[in-house]
């Protein structure tokens, strides 16, 4: 079975400051692995997703993420927060590609500050 | 295009009272799933589908029935409503793998809020 684990529920940052959200994940085989993101009072949207090609791999609105296998970590970066990054951010992992077997961290709320 | 659309948007049931949630795409998604998001919880799969006709339970089926008569649509039925299905409900839909393309990116819709007193 696979899981992943989001480190911290609540991030804070600066406008202008790197935004790093952290996800960590196991998996019995080589994993497919998905950031989204959620707005407040949207559904869920594609940030981006590994599927073993590239292990950086680069999304919407400036958000990037390097597939780490000696760590099992899929962090979530972006070098400069503005204040629309705010949102929900779930970190997702498929041991198949398949999405009925998809499953999703418990999500890290990020707030930009001014 | 209108991707996946989900009625409705808010609906307050009392202990006991059953409602559907509809849900249907245009993006001709043969994959189709229902979540429940909870605070601290993340997504929870209840049921899915991966095409017409063919149904299967996810991580938290119980109290919860669904059809696929259509590929459009994946109604969520709450035969009698429990204060624990209290919660934010989510469509998705997806490709299938005979598609060719990979799994796991999920299309959602905007969500139905369900409170039950």
């Known amino acids: 079975a696979q899981s992943v684990t989001q480190l911290g529920s609540h991030v804070s940052v600066s406008e202008g400051a790197l935004v790093l959200l952290r996800c960590n994940y196991s998996?019995?085989?080589?994993?497919?692995l998905f950031w989204y993101v959620q707005y407040p009072n949207q559904g869920l949207q594609l940030l981006l997703k590994?599927?073993?090609?590239?292990?950086l791999v680069k999304g919407i609105n400036g958000f990037e993420a390097e597939f780490k296998k000696s760590e099992t970590s899929f962090h979530l970066t972006k070098p400069s927060a503005h204040m629309s990054d705010a949102a929900e951010y779930f970190c997702?992992?498929?041991?198949?590609?398949?999405?009925?077997?998809?499953?999703f961290g418990t999500g890290t709320r990020l707030q930009v500050t001014l | 295009n209108a991707g996946v659309t989900q009625t409705p948007k808010f609906q307050v049931l009392k202990t006991g009272q059953s409602m559907t949630l509809q849900c249907a795409q245009d993006?001709?998604?043969?994959?189709m799933s229902w979540y429940r998001q909870d605070p601290g919880m993340g997504l929870r799969l209840i049921h899915y589908?991966?095409?017409?006709?063919?149904?299967d339970q996810g991580e938290v089926p119980n109290g919860y029935n669904v059809s696929r008569s259509t590929t459009e649509d994946f109604p969520l039925r709450l035969l009698s409503a429990a204060p624990s299905q209290t919660s934010v409900y989510f469509c998705?839909?997806?490709?299938?793998?005979?598609?060719?393309?990979?799994?796991?990116?999920?299309?959602f819709g905007e969500g139905s809020r369900l409170t039950v007193l």
């Open positions: 589908s991966v095409g017409a006709g063919i149904t």
């Open positions: 998705a839909s997806s490709y299938s793998r005979r598609s060719g393309r990979v799994g796991g990116e999920l299309f």
């Open positions: 993006m001709n998604h043969e994959y």
């Open positions: 998996s019995s085989v080589p994993p497919y």
């Open positions: 590994y599927t073993s090609a590239a292990t």
């Open positions: 997702a992992v498929s041991p198949t590609g398949t999405a009925s077997k998809l499953t």
